[in-house]
């Protein structure tokens, strides 16, 4: 599978950015929180069927326009995500836009789905960002994340439980990875150890008044959990993932405030 890039541009917004709304102070969480880069891939199939090489030219073409179109007018309410990184306290809101690639794979998209190469998945991501842990100063605020969908239910089921009769997608999911990552360090000999995990938890959504759902920027915690190297059921895992990520509730998200 070969993948060529077509063009690369800047996207920029629809409407210029108010002058006294240039520079965007990022908040204590947003400096203090460590940098997360998830680079995510999202398949979407065409929704009809062409005939001929011109007329599957044309869709693509019209398609793209469309999504830069809705993109402009995106970051003209989002602007921050149209800047660039000032220093480690601030976003630059200069209007420059997103970094936007079009690129062109050799192979048809059923291909990969029906037999998907983990080793090539590097190539849908921009050149350079599948391993960016920092941002520095210049660097572009707005990544364009995109990812594949995963069907879960089975997953939820297995990791119900008594102390957790109803998992979410998010613990369901990080049970089973965690699981894994316990079944690698037991093919080493001689390797005993507990295993901790953190998980990013939201705290807008967990604030005594809840905060604005509106609300931009690095609000998040990093819940731990550890459980012994002889406890690795699925269902147990799930329900020490729990307990962690509860203990971020109104209570604890005051703190830092000092309120």
Not at 2 to 21: D, Q, R
Not at 141 to 168: D, E, F, H, R
Not at 239 to 245: D, F, G, T, W
Request: charged letters at 20%; hydrophobic letters at 40%.
């Amino acid at each position: 599978m070969e993948v060529g890039v077509i063009s690369i541009a800047c996207s920029k917004l629809s409407t210029s950015t108010p002058y006294h709304l240039k520079t965007y102070e990022l908040s204590l969480l947003g400096r203090i929180v460590p940098p997360i880069y998830i680079p995510m891939i999202l398949f979407y199939p065409l929704n009809q069927i062409h005939t001929n090489q011109l007329s599957f030219t044309h869709v693509i073409s019209k398609t793209g326009q469309q999504l830069k179109q809705s993109l402009s007018e995106t970051l003209t309410r989002f602007y921050p995500l149209a800047g660039r990184v000032k220093d480690y306290l601030s976003i630059d809101c200069n209007d420059e836009g997103v970094y936007y690639v079009e690129a062109r794979v050799t192979s048809p998209l059923f291909e990969f789905l029906n037999q998907p190469d983990l080793s090539s998945i590097h190539k849908f991501l921009p050149h350079g960002e599948d391993n960016k842990a920092e941002a520095v100063p210049g660097d572009h605020v707005a990544k364009i994340q995109l990812g594949l969908l995963w069907a879960i239910a089975k997953l939820k089921a297995n990791a119900t439980s008594l102390s957790v009769p109803n998992p979410t997608r998010v613990e369901a999911v990080s049970a089973i990875l965690w699981k894994c990552m316990f079944s690698a360090i037991k093919v080493k000999p001689g390797i005993q150890k507990p295993s901790l995990i953190t998980h990013a938890v939201n705290m807008p959504s967990r604030a005594v008044p809840p905060v604005s759902e509106n609300l931009m920027g690095n609000s998040l915690w990093l819940a731990t959990a550890m459980s012994p190297f002889n406890e690795t059921q699925l269902q147990t895992l799930a329900c020490k993932l729990r307990e962690a990520i509860r203990k971020v509730d109104g209570d604890f998200v005051e703190e830092p405030t000092g309120r």
